[in-house]
Every structure is written in C-alpha cells, then in structure tokens.
C-alpha cells in the first residue's frame, strides 16, 4: 500500500539528499506518478523526473517542485529527523537536512496530482510535473532545460510553483511583479605561503588575508551601493588550515551576491573582485586570487495578470484574508529560467509553514527573527498540518484556474 502523504513528507525528510544526488526521492516520485497513470520521463539532468497527463483540450500548466536538500546537520529534535549524510561537490562527508522544505514541496505536487488524476472528469487540458533537482546548488532548472526538458513534454501555457516561508501555516504570499533577487555565487581561492605557527614571518598568512576581506567586503553595499538600492553580500563559507600550528598556504570563500537590479549586480561583483585582489596584493600574496563562478541565477519575476489569476483562485479556495502580498524577498530561485525557457508566465507563492500560536507569540514580543527559525536553519522544522494539505490544494486550485476558467492558452 502506498505511504499517505503525511508519511511520505516524513519519509523523504528523514532521507534528504543533496543536488544532482536525489536518486531516492525520483524514484520514490517516478513510481508514485506512474502509479498515478501519467507519462513519466525520469534522468533528466541526471535526477529530474517529469510526469505528463494529456486529459483533453486545453491548457498545459506545469507544475514544479524542487527535491534537494542541504549540508546541514538538522537539530529539530523530531522523532523523524535526518541523520543522514551525503558527499558535497568538493568530496567532503557532510551532514544532510532538509532545511528549506524541499520535502514539503515534493510531497504537495505528488499530492496535488494525485487529487487532479482523481478529478480529472472535473477539467480539461494537460498537467505537466516537473520534480527538479538541484535548485541549491548548480541550477538544476537550467540543467533540465539543456538536457531537453523541453522536447519531452508539451509546451506549457504557465509555470506554476511555491515555496515554503517562515509565515503562519494556513497563509498564502502572492507577490505580482519583480519578487526574488537575482544571485550570482563566488568561490574564491587566497594564496599564501604557509610554514609553521611560531615562524609567522616567514610565510604569508591566508588566514588574514581572508579575514581581512571578509570585514572589508561588508563595506560594498554600506559604501557603494546606493541607498535606494538592495543588496546584499554574504561570505558563507571560509575555509583554511588543518592545524593549529600550521599557516596553511591557501584559503577558501563562498560568497553570494544578490540584488534586482542588473546593473547593480554587475558593480557588486566588480567590487567584491577589486576588493579581494586588493586585499591579496596588500598581503604580499604569490599569486592573484581565483575566481570560479557558482550558480546564478535571474531575477523571479511573477507575471502581473496570471499572479492576479492565481490569487483569485485561492482566494475563492482558501478566503481572501488568507491569502497576502509579502512583499519582495531577497532569497533567490531558478524557477523562473523554466519559464522563460519556455516563454511562459510565471507564478511563484509562499506557502506558510510556522505554527500559527507559536507565530502569534512571537509577534507580540518582536520576537520573530529570533524564535521563528527560517529555511536553512539547523531548527528548520515546518508543522505537517495544515502546511501539507493547503499546499496540495493550493497547486491544483491554481492549475484548474487555467484548466477550467480559460477558453484559450494564456501567452
């Protein structure tokens, strides 16, 4: 007998694994799709799987969930939590958590097609789900799309999706317009000449080297951004040494870059390199800096009327004060390239996932950033109940908005 959803979200949460690496979780999503009786095309950019059901004339929506997790070691205390590890692109044994909800959205599409196969006399057209892996790391979107995505499947008339967002459970955050930063992922190497602790004078310290452009690079968005501009620059990881009394000869970052301005990212990323060569050079540095660029990805754009669409439809399903507009976020997506790929709308929403008591208390005591964990923390922990089951009607009331509301393809 087939898991209920409720035990396959805590199945693939206690069994995370990282981009490009979801072998389990596309296998677990292929059978439950061909179970489902639709088309399933799986190995897309190595993991992806795709399931299609041609249900008569009409539109296609595709709907996307994203199913890797991250190299955090999960400290929720639930009784289904991960103690899984993985290995990380660099070949380092890390530990693996599903600390952005990636869980949560894999299990509301399989839900949310399982429910449109079940009332499926109910409307017309093709459904389109697209179970991509990677979204964390290497742009798995893009992956799919250069592994022919796109000759596979019929052309979609709307990508559709949603993301989990520390908000109370049982809200919905639809935005129109520019909604995500754009982000643009560094990862820097400092040389240095390394030697033995108690000889410091006969090497180049790596160590302070980074750590003096770490303080230093905090300056481009005070400085040289302007202040009517967001921005943000983040070291997320720094790397050096093996040996407390030994200066190692290299050092390693991970920045992220994000903005919603093209050309503000560009001067960003200018900056963030003048600022690191800068720094090597007034270390004594061997040698320049190297750069190797990460993911990168576009703004995410939500198209104005197939947001106000969607909006109308879970405001009929769910009641419109449930339904708000957060604003825009400066977390960033690859959702979005699928559309564009296809030359779509995009709508992309939140999907709240915080207890709604637990919310309450810490609104009141200003409290939120502190007692509210959000995605990719270690205490990153979405309620079941009722994040699950309005994040599967949520995506088939927004599918059958185009399904059963429009005459014709919306382009």
């Known amino acids: 007998m087939a898991l209920t959803l409720d035990e396959l979200y805590r199945d693939l949460h206690s069994h995370p694994e990282l ?19 639709l088309e399933v095309h799986t190995g897309i950019a190595q993991t992806g799987v795709v399931a299609v059901l041609a249900n008569g004339v009409g539109a296609s929506v595709l709907l996307r969930a994203d199913m890797d997790a991250l190299p955090v070691h999960e400290d929720t205390g639930l009784p289904y939590a991960s103690v899984a590890r993985g290995v990380d692109p660099d070949g380092a044994d890390v530990p693996v958590m599903h600390a952005c909800g990636h869980d949560m959205h894999t299990t509301c599409l399989v839900g949310a097609v399982e429910h449109l196969v079940a009332t499926r006399s109910e409307w017309s057209g093709t459904l389109i789900a697209v179970f991509q ?24 008339d709307v990508v559709l999706g949603q993301h989990l967002n520390p908000l109370p459970a049982g809200t919905i955050g639809v935005h129109p317009g520019t909604f995500m930063a754009a982000v643009n992922t560094l990862h820097v190497k400092m040389f240095g000449r390394g030697g ?24 481009v968005v005070a400085r040289e951004v302007a202040p009517f501009d967001t921005a943000v620059v983040t070291v997320g990881t720094l790397h050096a040494g093996l040996k407390n009394n030994i200066i190692p000869a290299e050092a390693t970052m991970g920045l992220s870059i994000r903005s919603f301005d093209s050309a503000v990212g560009a001067r960003l990323d200018a900056s963030v390199r003048r600022i690191i060569r800068a720094e090597a050079e007034a270390s004594g540095a061997p040698r320049e800096p190297e750069f190797t660029s990460g993911e990168v990805y576009p703004v995410t754009v939500n198209d104005p009327e197939a947001s106000r669409r969607v909006t109308d439809a879970l405001g009929r399903r769910f009641g419109a004060d449930r339904v708000i ?12 390239m699928l559309a564009t790929a296809a030359g779509v709308p995009l709508v992309y929403w939140l999907l709240g996932c915080v207890d709604p008591d637990a919310y309450a208390a810490a609104a009141a005591a200003d409290r939120l950033d502190i007692d509210i964990p959000s995605n990719h923390s270690a205490q990153f922990a979405p309620v079941i109940e009722p994040t699950l089951t309005m994040g599967v009607e949520a995506l088939a009331a927004a599918a059958r908005e185009w399904f059963t509301a429009a005459d014709a393809p919306v382009r």
């Not at 981009?19 to 179970?35: G, K, L, N, P, Y």
């Not at 798995?140 to 995505?149: F, S, T, V, Y």
């Open 19 to 37: 981009s490009f690496s979801e072998h389990r979780t596309a296998a677990i999503v292929a059978q439950r799709m061909h179970d489902a009786g």
């Open 133 to 156: 892996p990677a979204e964390e790391r290497e742009g798995g979107a893009q992956a799919m799309i250069a592994d022919g995505l796109f000759d596979r499947i019929p052309q979609p």
């Open 196 to 219: 033995h602790g108690s000889r410091p004078q006969k090497t180049i310290d790596p160590v302070v080297m980074a750590a003096a452009t770490v303080m230093r690079l905090q300056t």
């Open 325 to 336: 507009d957060p604003g825009v976020l400066m977390g960033s997506e690859d959702v979005g």
